[in-house]
């Protein structure tokens, strides 16, 4: 034994004792022998392939975002898409004089307001946007989208090319995908926009990859609508007969009856001119087609 006095403010010190471990020698030979097996377990599992590693799976780095699979995947970037093809069907299609963007806009509960809900958000006078997946994430893009059309405009006095601004919200997703404390944006974007080069049509996923596409479909029933598409879509398409086209591709899908209260539309024409259009307008539109 050995003791070791410690003073303190009190009027008398305190004694600790320690003992050895070389007086408990059953212990240490114990311990010993735990370690001995331990490692031999190891080894028997590295000569048979067996190891921890492989035996966790791909399962065990979905909750990594940084980290790769052994296959090469991101857990939670598939887990971001999953929440994309949970949200409402959303849609765009490039006419040779605009282009037409179209969403499902359903609510939770009938005593919700249509008017307080908005999927379609333009970003500058000649360019818009239509997500699906999780609302708020979408407003956190549209907000840095609309930013960057500003500062452009400041410093060059002429809009942003709609290309430049699709990457510049490519690169804010793909900036979510590699740092620490944060998650994907759970969204998926379709952009479109008339400028100097004539209209355009992108979607942007939430890797960050960005493709232009002719007409795309994204969200909850996106494989019907893409195979609509394909079959409806023809190079010489005119606005107005893309957006019935649009309103035909989501009626596919559509679940209850289609109506101004939860369409949206969304137009950019060869004017440069973006807007959304009203109930009114939408109506107008789906008396035509239904």
Not at 1 to 24: K, L, T
Not at 138 to 154: I, P, Q, T
Not at 214 to 221: E, L, Q, T, V
């Amino acid at each position: 034994h050995f003791f070791v006095y410690f003073p303190c403010s009190f009027s008398e010190g305190f004694f600790i004792g320690f003992r050895f471990p070389a007086f408990f020698p059953p212990f240490e030979a114990n311990a010993r022998q735990r370690w001995r097996d331990k490692r031999l377990t190891q080894a028997r599992r590295r000569k048979a392939g067996d190891t921890p590693k492989s035996k966790m799976g791909e399962s065990g780095y979905s909750f990594s975002l940084t980290t790769f699979s052994p296959s090469g995947k991101l857990g939670q970037l598939d887990h971001a898409i999953a929440a994309v093809g949970q949200g409402s069907t959303s849609l765009a299609i490039k006419a040779t004089n605009g282009v037409v963007l179209a969403t499902e806009k359903k609510m939770a509960t009938p005593l919700m307001d249509p008017s307080s809900v908005q999927k379609i958000s333009p970003l500058d006078e000649h360019v818009g946007m239509v997500y699906s997946g999780m609302g708020p994430d979408s407003r956190v893009l549209a907000a840095a989208g609309r930013k960057e059309c500003r500062v452009y405009r400041v410093t060059y006095h002429e809009p942003i090319p709609v290309g430049q601004l699709v990457r510049h919200l490519a690169s804010v997703m793909q900036e979510y995908t590699q740092s620490g404390g944060v998650r994907p944006f759970g969204v998926s974007l379709l952009v479109c926009g008339y400028d100097a080069t004539g209209p355009h049509l992108y979607q942007v996923d939430p890797s960050g990859s960005y493709w232009a596409w002719k007409a795309s479909a994204i969200g909850k029933n996106m494989v019907n609508a893409k195979t609509f598409l394909e079959k409806r879509y023809t190079a010489d398409i005119e606005l107005e007969d893309a957006i019935h086209t649009a309103l035909l591709t989501l009626k596919e899908g559509f679940d209850g009856k289609m109506g101004s209260e939860n369409i949206e539309l969304g137009v950019v024409t060869d004017k440069g001119q973006f807007k959304v259009l009203t109930p009114a307008e939408v109506k107008d539109y789906l008396d035509e087609v239904l």
